[in-house]
């Protein structure tokens, strides 16, 4: 996948005037901070930072070429105004790359269990998992194929197939998913 820009250049004004001034001419404030906690202020045009904000997810590594440097960055949070449909700031943060990073991560299913078909209750546990890994290695989502499970079987955290760099928090052996069977009439 193509690695995804946001040019941006650093500001020095900061207040809600100055603010607003800048977002009537198609720019947003933001903020980007590093693995040491520093932070640097920053304009963005706003329509690149949408077209990029809509079609990623939180663990996409993006290039925030700030003054003309690369710098490997997630957008950590924004602030959306859903009246408008705009975005009024954004926060980035900057990684190296060298350093494994908390990620969590909401657990996506796929399939019909073959026990549901029989009658039987999918039931769901956890809704989501905790990992670790570099930020190259993040996987963009987790999905669980349940599909192949029966009544009384069991999808734990640890039959997920995330690969080999990344690293689970959540305890492997914690159920995501069990299939329950079919209630007595």
Known sequence: ????????????????????????????????????????????????????????????????KIDGNDNMAYIKDTEYDIKTDKNLHADFHIVSGKKMIPAKFKVHYSGTPKGVLLGGFMVKHIPEILVKALPADLPQSVTADVSGLNIGDKFLVSDLHLGDKVVLITKADAELVTIAPPKNK
Do not use: C, H
């Not at 005037?17 to 933001?30: H, L």
């Open 1 to 64: 996948m193509e690695t995804m820009v946001i040019n941006a250049k650093t500001r020095k004004e900061m207040g809600k005037t100055y603010a607003k001034k800048i977002r009537e001419s198609g720019i947003i404030p933001a903020v980007a901070y590093n693995e040491n906690g520093e932070s640097i202020m920053l304009e963005v045009e706003a329509a690149e930072f949408s077209k990029v904000w809509r079609s990623i997810t939180k663990t996409t590594l993006i290039n925030l």
